[in-house]
């Protein structure tokens, strides 16, 4: 997959935006971008963590070449991957909504919790990070579905909130796609 960067300049602001296949979107410009570690990967950014968290949050857009599951299985696979500090359902707890945006339909959850995701896919070590946050959204398109997924300490995604509402408000598909 080739990923196209083009830069603009608006006042002394610069805000990148990515072309990934079938989407287009614009980077947040506080969001540090790092090399995609696998091929699924077609974005990723470290979100410079808030005063008092020990760690950077990430962000990280995924397209698994129309592949990847439903838009149910992943907002469940995403909710089960974090855990209640009082042991009640993460599920009930969970925030989820649909909306349309520049044409494409886009499902988003955001759980708060203790994160426990495999530490890589397959794998059987977990992470075990509490006071963590998780917000993704999937993003229908023409080609199949984008995968965005934020997640870092609580804090430091409340703090990238802003940020990433504007990445999903600039969410379109590429005329690749169209």
Same mark, same amino acid.
């Given at each position: 997959?080739?990923?196209?960067?083009?830069?603009?300049?608006?006042?002394?602001?610069?805000?990148?935006?990515? %072309?990934?296949?079938?989407?287009?979107?614009?980077?947040?410009?506080?969001? %540090?971008?790092?090399?995609? @570690?696998?091929?699924?990967? #077609?974005?990723?950014? #470290?979100?410079?963590?808030?005063?008092?968290?020990?760690?950077?949050?990430?962000?990280?857009?995924?397209?698994?070449?129309?592949?990847?599951?439903?838009?149910?299985?992943?907002?469940?696979?995403?909710?089960?991957?974090?855990? %209640?500090?009082?042991? @009640?359902?993460?599920?009930?707890?969970?925030?989820?909504?649909?909306?349309?945006?520049?044409?494409?339909?886009?499902?988003? #959850?955001?759980?708060?919790?203790? *994160?426990?995701?495999?530490?890589?896919?397959?794998?059987?070590?977990?992470?075990?990070?509490?006071?963590?946050?998780?917000?993704?959204?999937?993003?229908?398109?023409?080609?199949?579905? *984008?995968?965005?997924?934020?997640?870092?300490?609580?804090?430091?995604?409340? =703090?990238?909130?802003?940020?990433?509402?504007?990445?999903?408000?600039?969410?379109?598909? @590429?005329? =690749?796609?169209?």
């Amino acid at each position: 997959m080739t990923v196209s960067v083009l830069i603009s300049l608006t006042s002394v602001l610069i805000s990148l935006t990515v %072309q990934a296949g079938g989407l287009t979107f614009t980077a947040p410009k506080a969001w %540090q971008t790092r090399p995609a @570690s696998s091929s699924m990967r #077609v974005a990723e950014f #470290v979100i410079p963590r808030t005063a008092g968290d020990t760690e950077d949050a990430e962000a990280i857009i995924y397209f698994f070449g129309g592949t990847g599951g439903s838009v149910e299985q992943n907002i469940t696979r995403w909710i089960g991957q974090m855990q %209640q500090p009082d042991g @009640s359902s993460s599920s009930d707890k969970a925030t989820r909504a649909t909306q349309t945006i520049n044409g494409l339909k886009v499902s988003t #959850v955001d759980v708060s919790g203790t *994160y426990v995701a495999e530490v890589r896919p397959g794998a059987s070590e977990r992470h075990n990070k509490p006071g963590f946050r998780l917000r993704a959204a999937v993003v229908e398109t023409p080609r199949g579905p *984008y995968y965005i997924k934020l997640t870092g300490p609580a804090k430091t995604v409340a =703090a990238a909130d802003a940020d990433y509402k504007a990445l999903l408000a600039s969410v379109k598909a @590429s005329a =690749a796609a169209q």
